[in-house]
């Protein structure tokens, strides 16, 4: 426990630097507004009847607060006191910003439902400046509307099937065969596996490099540090978090920008194809694109289609841990599709044995629901809206808190408990794990698929428990302090394809 609180006292301290910096800079442009001529207020109009709510500490506002670790599993004490004393939409002061929070279900669907014309994405100018201007999430209109159909074009159901599928299972089986040798019980970090698992599967698609080599490698390690500084503070001198994030970013982008020169030198080679199906070449071939938003593009599909997807898998392997009836039925029903694949001649999966995956639909389900991977999102209202009795003005931020509403006991029984078998009837409306709306995630087929596919392998091939006590917090990115260690034990049997050629 004391290791624990430790590690979210150093997170938090972690965070002051950039709360203290939007602060200041959120400040002096609303201190700018409050003396200038226009204000919400005009004399000759209704008072607006604003949500219930309290600004808080000068300059600070509540944002240390809503900023405080706890458990993924919970809403935290701040979220907890505020619903109870001002229901499920209130306002308040964020990050120097007049901000609405909505735990509401019934708003969120109408902020998501409404994007372009009452709401706008508005994330934090640093995000922009880490991730690129061209960066799909805080990309908003048109551009995004271009950048996102070349992203669903290359992730649609005929590529799913045809091309993502076979990929996924060969590199699920690059990792589960580096486990535990030829037997035994072996130790090591869930949460660094399954990053490994989802970085060389989206390095291969996005630029056909493979994983184990030292290229790919390099790339690695260079996406762990771009990730420290994107929820880092952004002050950007030598030896900061963010700075050493910006010399990353410079480094991946040298390493895409020489694929693309490589690519684009072989497709204008008379009479030359270019093999490789990966997103680099459909941008090139499939777009009019300019060269940085490609840049842009791919880095923010690497860095989207990796860390959830990796984080909702830790998740899985976590809850499952401590649910042991619900591995045994997953196991169940991985045998019977092992055993119908092994009847007909098949070593492959198909996407019919995907489409057979029902209670493993309910894990990966109830994991997105509980673990709430993608807590909250940024909107800004662009035209005064008047929702359920409130008016909230334009300018102002709206937060659409998803994990709120996950975690409603109103809407789920014992929404705090890890109950997959809710998922046999059709899941609510309320249920928002990609959010929706036009924004709706693009790669959100590719990331149950993964998940999917990894955990057939997994529940054929081992047992695993905690090898030390660990725990999903939110800081305010869903983490595990100890990186959840596990201890697999690798089980013997006719299903089991880890002996076999990693080529596939």
Known sequence: MGAMMASITSELLFFLPFILLALLTFYTTAAAQC??????????????????????????GETFGYLRPHPATSVGRFMEQHIARYGKIYRSSLFGERTVVSVDAGLNRYILQNEGRLFECSYPRSIGGILGKWS??????????????????????????????PEVERHTLLVLRSWCGSGGACCFSAQHEAKKF???????????????????????????????GVVSAPLNFPGTAYWKALKSRASILGVIERKMEDRLQKMSKENSSVEEDDLLGWALKQSNLSKEQILDLLLSLLFAGHETSSMALALAIFF???????????????????????????????????????????????????????????????RDVHYNGYDIPRGWKILPVLAAVHLDSSLYEDPNQFNPWRWKSNAPSSFMPYGGGPRLCAGSELA?????????????????????????????????????????????????VLTESTAM
């Open 198 to 228: 989802t970085f060389n599967l989206m390095a291969k698609n996005i630029m056909s490099m493979d994983p184990g080599e030292e290229e790919t490698e390099r790339l690695r390690l260079e996406y762990i540090t771009f990730m420290k």
């Open 320 to 382: 499952l841990e401590g649910c042991p009836k619900a591995v045994q039925e997953l196991r169940e029903e991985h045998l019977e599709i092992a055993r119908r694949q092994r009847l007909r001649g098949a070593s492959k999966l198909s996407w019919e044995d995907y489409k057979e995956m029902v209670f493993t639909q309910c894990v990966i389900n109830e994991t997105l629901r509980l673990g709430n991977v993608v807590r909250f999102l940024h909107r800004k209202v662009i």
């Open 35 to 60: 003396h200038g001529a226009r204000r919400w207020r005009p004399t000759k109009k209704k008072r607006p009847n604003l949500p219930p709510g309290a600004p808080g500490w000068p300059l600070v």
């Open 136 to 165: 799909m999430l805080v990309l908003v209109g048109d551009a995004h509307r271009e950048m996102r159909a070349i992203s669903l074009n290359f992730l649609s159901s005929v590529r799913l099937r045809a091309v993502l599928l």
């Open 448 to 496: 149950k698929l993964e998940i999917a596919i990894f955990l057939h392998h997994l529940v054929l091939n081992f047992r695993w428990e905690l090898a030390e006590p660990d725990q999903a917090f939110v800081y305010p990115f869903v983490d595990f302090p100890k990186g959840l260690p596990i201890r697999v034990q690798r089980i013997a049997g006719e299903h089991s």
